[in-house]
Nanobody, 118 residues
Framework: VQLQASGGGMVQAGGSLRLSCAAS????????MAWYRQAPEKQRELVAT???????SYVDSVKGRFTISRDNSKNTVYLQMNNLKPEDTAVYYC?????????????WGQGTLVTVSS
């Protein structure tokens, strides 16, 4: 299973970005998906999760601004980020749990940089 993230970039405070992450491969079933982020010199932080049935959760700092969604037909998860703040600047990583038939494992995308200027 491979995860390919895209959609990062540079935006001014108050702007919006939409991240996408597509899972590819053969013979797998995707379960929960999530977005994490890691700012310089900080630990990786869980930003948002979405279950296979669409139940979502968010870290308090992004509630009301970020929306996680998924398209199961495309094995893709999205993160719509509105009203971005400089403190949202980080590398964003997608994560997915996948059942390959022999094991359930966690997979990571390569990361996409989001830079928010003040």
């Amino acid at each position: 299973v491979q995860l390919q993230a895209s959609g990062g970039g540079m935006v001014q405070a108050g702007g919006s970005l939409r991240l996408s992450c597509a899972a590819s491969g053969r013979g797998f079933s995707i379960g929960a998906m999530a977005w994490y982020r890691q700012a310089p010199e900080k630990q990786r932080e869980l930003v948002a999760t979405i279950s296979s049935r669409g139940t979502t959760s968010y870290v308090d700092s992004v509630k009301g601004r970020f929306t996680i969604s998924r398209d199961n037909s495309k094995n893709t998860v999205y993160l719509q980020m509105n009203n971005l703040k400089p403190e949202d600047t980080a590398v964003y990583y997608c994560n997915a749990g996948a059942d390959t038939g022999t094991a359930y494992r966690q997979y990571w995308g390569q990361g996409t940089l989001v830079t928010v200027s003040s």
